[in-house]
C-alpha cells in the first residue's frame, strides 16, 4: 500500500479523499495549500501526490512545476477544467496523469494502481536489470543511475525511463508512438510532450539536435540512441 500525499483546499473532497484512501490501506498526509504541499515532499518520502489544480495560494502549474523542482514523486492532478490544451501542458510539465472532477473513488483507485505500478517497475522495462552500455553511455536498470563517460547523470524519473527504453535497444529507431505507449503507457497524448522530454535528456547528455551525439531524431519517423561515430557522417 501506498503513502499518499492529498492536496485539496475543499475540506469536503478532502475529507471523503482521505477517508477512501484509508479505506483502502494507504496511508495519507493532507494539505490545503501549494506552499505546505512543498513542505510536506521535503521533509517526507511519498509513492504518489493527489494535486488539485485550484489551490487558494498558488496556480496549479506553478505548483507542479515546483513540486517537479524537489522531487520525482508521481503526481495525479485533479482538475475541475476540462481543458485539453491545460492538461497537455501540464503533463509536458511532469504530471503522470490527471483526473476531472467530479470523479469517483473507483477512478482515482484505477489511476493510482497504473500510476504507481509504472513507477515501482519502470515504465516500458523489461525484466532484465543487466547494466547497459551504448559507447560512453551506462544504464544501470536496478540502480535507476545512469553515467556518462563516468560522469552520473541527474535525470527525472521519466527521462531516466526513456533513456533506458532506448539504451535497451541500441541503434534501433523508436517511434514516438512506441514511446507514449511503452514509456508513458499512454495511448493518449501528442508528440509535444515526447519532444519536450527527448530535448531535455539531450541536453543533460550534453548534446543538441542539431549537433546530435547519441540521441538521434529522424524527422516524423522517431528516435534511435547509439554510440557516436556509428553512423557515418552525412
Ligand atoms: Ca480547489
Not at 512545476?65 to 510539465?93: H, Q, S, Y
Not at 505500478?117 to 536489470?129: L, W
Amino acid at each position: 500500500m501506498a503513502s499518499v500525499l492529498v492536496v485539496e483546499d475543499d475540506p469536503f473532497v478532502r475529507s471523503a479523499l482521505i477517508r477512501h484512501l484509508t479505506e483502502a490501506s494507504h496511508t495519507v498526509r493532507s494539505v490545503g495549500t501549494a506552499l505546505e504541499a512543498l513542505r510536506e515532499v521535503a521533509h517526507h518520502r511519498f509513492d504518489l501526490v493527489v494535486l488539485d489544480l485550484g489551490l487558494p495560494d498558488l496556480d496549479g502549474s506553478e505548483a507542479l512545476k515546483m513540486l517537479r523542482g524537489i522531487t520525482d514523486v508521481p503526481v495525479i492532478i485533479a482538475t475541475a477544467r476540462d481543458d485539453e490544451a491545460e492538461i497537455v501542458r501540464l503533463l509536458n510539465a511532469g504530471a503522470d496523469d490527471y483526473l476531472t472532477k467530479p470523479f469517483s473513488v473507483e477512478h482515482l483507485s484505477a489511476r493510482m494502481a497504473a500510476v504507481l505500478r509504472r513507477a515501482r517497475f519502470g515504465a516500458g522495462e523489461d525484466t532484465s536489470s543487466a547494466v547497459l552500455r551504448v559507447g560512453g553511455l551506462t544504464v544501470d536498470p536496478l540502480r535507476r543511475q545512469a553515467e556518462l563517460d563516468g560522469v552520473r547523470l541527474d535525470l527525472t524519473r521519466r527521462e531516466f525511463d526513456l533513456l533506458a527504453f532506448l539504451a535497451r535497444r541500441p541503434g534501433v529507431v523508436v517511434s514516438r508512438r512506441e514511446l507514449l505507449a511503452e514509456v508513458w503507457q499512454q495511448s493518449y497524448g501528442d508528440d509535444q510532450t515526447i519532444d519536450v522530454h527527448l530535448s531535455w535528456l539531450r541536453r543533460k547528455l550534453g548534446e543538441t539536435a542539431a549537433r546530435p551525439r547519441y540521441l538521434h531524431t529522424l524527422r516524423g519517423v522517431g528516435v534511435k540512441l547509439e554510440p557516436p561515430g556509428a553512423e557515418p557522417p552525412r
